[in-house]
């Protein structure tokens, strides 16, 4: 696979010039097969009579109806069918945390679904190690596919000159907040982490919820943690030089980060209970108007423009923390992918199927106010379409990308990555030294490092 630096610049570079061109959408594949049993050549009637019926188990993550790709996913699928009466999808809609939980024992048996989900990177490395995937270079080639997806974002998931997923998104994170609970607040978009923390005390002083976070899902605390270490760091590439043995988790940048974390936790920013708290739970409540402000990434835009907040909710990026960093550098999100199971009974049919939902899901996700943060390009007029302010917002700030760091599970070892999720996780529940902390994380990387 390509470095992690040069892969980083290629999805920073794909991020700024994020494209506006057409892709087309897939005529419909068979995808059928003929009963052989017959001693004679059959009609062509005869045939279409003989289609095996065939299932094709289909594991997701957009359980949550409210969210666009929800709908998008069920039409693409009903699309299908309707063209190929003979395959039925058979969909498995988990939350993350619940579908990476489920996927690790499924690979464990070698009973992976037919189209599954994996994340990029450090994250899929174990399973394509374990021969559990399928190539897809062949089915990229088909119908155009390869061209739809914006350049350099396949190299995450590319393992010895193969491609083993296709992503759904190519994200960076921001700051969502609703304008009118600012307003009631008397609160200004803060330009400091200081600020934020601010903020945060007069948010709760005028009993307004601070921030929203599913915490249960511990990768989202993670993913915050990780844009206040990209500032304390002074830029990215903190956990490559652990890799490289030029810094430990006890450097100063990494302590500052869990020290500047804490100051948030201990200021009231998040949900009591928050780790009780799913993805879907917590984001639920930003987009009811319960929460003034949400971390997430650009993923997350299209179920806010469709909920009760829209046209309420701006957004910001993340700000210099003690007065370092670039807030020009984001936390960069290549997506969760579409994986194909090496062992699924009908490798050529699920192919085919998920070259038609590929080429298929950049058109749906724009009609449905979904294709914000995709992972290919797009054809049409975002405000023709009336994509709101708030995407337009997120959408300028693709353009302003400078470069920036990935999820830290998407960059270390399981194992270490793990260890990291629950100490960062534990944060929302007790303070800690963050010299602790920093010794929990070495300690993980000492023990599962290779």
Same mark, same amino acid.
């Given at each position: 696979?390509?470095?992690?630096? &040069?892969?980083?610049?290629?999805?920073?570079?794909?991020l700024?010039?994020? *494209?506006?061109?057409?892709?087309?959408?897939?005529?419909?594949?068979?995808g059928?097969?003929?009963?052989?049993?017959?001693?004679?050549?059959?009609? $062509?009637?005869?045939?279409?009579?003989?289609?095996?019926?065939?299932?094709?188990?289909?594991q997701n @993550?957009y359980?949550d109806?409210?969210d666009? !790709?929800?709908?998008?996913?069920? &039409?693409?699928v009903n699309d299908?069918?309707?063209?190929n009466?003979?395959i039925?999808?058979?969909?498995?809609?988990?939350n993350t945390?619940?579908?990476?939980?489920k996927?690790?024992?499924?690979?464990?048996?070698?009973?992976?679904? #037919?189209?599954?989900?994996?994340n990029?990177?450090?994250?899929?490395k174990p399973?394509?190690?374990?021969?559990?995937f399928?190539?897809?270079?062949?089915?990229?080639?088909q119908?155009?596919?390869?061209?739809?997806?914006?350049?350099? @974002?396949?190299?995450?998931y590319?393992?010895?000159?193969?491609?083993?997923?296709?992503p759904?998104?190519?994200n960076?994170?921001?700051?969502?907040?609703n !304008?009118?609970?600012f307003?009631q607040?008397?609160?200004?978009v803060p330009?400091?982490?200081?600020?934020?923390?601010?903020?945060v005390?007069?948010?709760?002083?005028?009993?307004i919820q601070?921030?929203?976070?599913?915490?249960?899902?511990?990768?989202?605390?993670?993913f915050?943690?990780?844009?206040v270490l990209?500032?304390?760091n002074?830029?990215?590439?903190?956990?490559?030089?652990?890799v490289?043995?030029k810094?430990?988790?006890?450097?100063?940048? =990494?302590?500052?980060?869990?020290?500047?974390?804490q100051?948030l936790?201990q200021?009231?920013a998040?949900?009591e209970?928050?780790?009780?708290?799913?993805?879907?739970?917590?984001e639920?409540?930003?987009?009811?108007?319960?929460a003034?402000?949400y971390?997430?990434?650009?993923w997350?835009?299209?179920g806010?423009?469709?909920?009760?907040?829209?046209?309420?909710v701006?957004?910001?990026?993340f700000?210099?923390?003690?007065?370092?960093g670039n807030? #020009? /550098?984001?936390?960069?999100a290549p997506?969760?992918a579409?994986?194909? *199971?090496?062992?699924? !009974?009908?490798?050529?049919?699920?192919?085919?199927?998920? +070259?038609?939902?590929?080429?298929n899901?950049?058109?749906?996700? =724009?009609?449905?106010?979904?294709?914000?943060?995709?992972?290919?390009?797009?054809?049409?007029? =975002?405000?023709? $379409?009336g994509?709101?302010?708030?995407?337009? /917002?997120v959408?300028?700030?693709?353009?302003?990308?400078?470069?920036?760091?990935?999820?830290?599970?998407?960059?270390? +070892?399981p194992?270490?990555a793990?260890?990291?999720l629950?100490?960062?996780?534990?944060?929302?529940?007790?303070?800690k030294?963050?010299a602790?902390?920093?010794?929990?994380?070495?300690?993980a990387?000492?023990?599962?490092?290779k």
């Open positions: 696979m390509v470095t992690k630096y &040069k892969a980083l610049s290629v999805v920073a570079a794909s700024m010039a994020i *494209s506006l061109t057409a892709c087309g959408a897939g005529g419909s594949t068979s059928s097969t003929t009963d052989t049993k017959a001693t004679a050549a059959p009609t $062509a009637t005869a045939q279409a009579k003989k289609q095996e019926n065939i299932t094709i188990t289909f @993550i359980p109806p409210t666009p !790709k929800n709908g998008m996913l069920k &039409k693409i299908y069918q309707t063209k009466p003979n039925k999808i058979e969909l498995d809609s988990l945390d619940q579908q990476k939980l996927l690790k024992t499924q690979a464990a048996s070698k009973e992976v679904p #037919d189209i599954t989900i994996v990029p990177a450090a994250q899929m399973f394509v190690d374990a021969g559990l399928a190539p897809l270079n062949d089915m990229v080639d119908n155009g596919l390869k061209g739809t997806f914006q350049e350099g @974002i396949l190299n995450w590319t393992f010895n000159n193969n491609i083993y997923a296709l759904d998104g190519n960076i994170a921001v700051v969502y907040y !304008k009118d609970l307003k607040a008397g609160v200004e330009k400091t982490f200081e600020e934020m923390v601010t903020a005390k007069t948010l709760k002083g005028k009993g601070p921030m929203a976070i599913g915490e249960k899902d511990s990768w989202t605390g993670s915050l943690f990780m844009n990209l500032r304390t002074g830029g990215p590439g903190f956990l490559q030089a652990v490289d043995g810094k430990t988790f006890a450097d100063p940048a =990494f302590t500052e980060a869990v020290s500047s974390f100051d936790v200021a009231g998040f949900q209970g928050a780790t009780s708290f799913d993805y879907n739970a917590g639920n409540l930003f987009k009811t108007g319960k003034a402000m971390f997430m990434g650009s997350a835009t299209g806010i423009e469709t909920s009760s907040v829209n046209g309420k701006g957004v910001f990026k700000p210099t923390v003690n007065g370092k807030p #020009d /550098e984001f936390m960069l997506g969760s579409f994986a194909v *199971s090496a062992n699924s !009974k009908h490798l050529k049919e699920t192919k085919d199927f998920l +070259n038609y939902f590929m080429l899901f950049p058109k749906e996700a =724009f009609a449905v106010k979904g294709a914000v943060g995709i992972a290919q390009k797009v054809d049409g007029d =975002f405000k023709a $379409a994509y709101s302010d708030m995407a337009m /917002e959408l300028g700030l693709f353009k302003q990308v400078k470069g920036g760091d990935l999820a830290f599970d998407n960059t270390m +070892n194992g270490t793990q260890g990291h629950t100490s960062i996780q534990n944060l929302f529940v007790q303070k030294d963050p602790e902390v920093g010794k929990e994380h070495q300690t990387y000492e023990t599962n490092k």
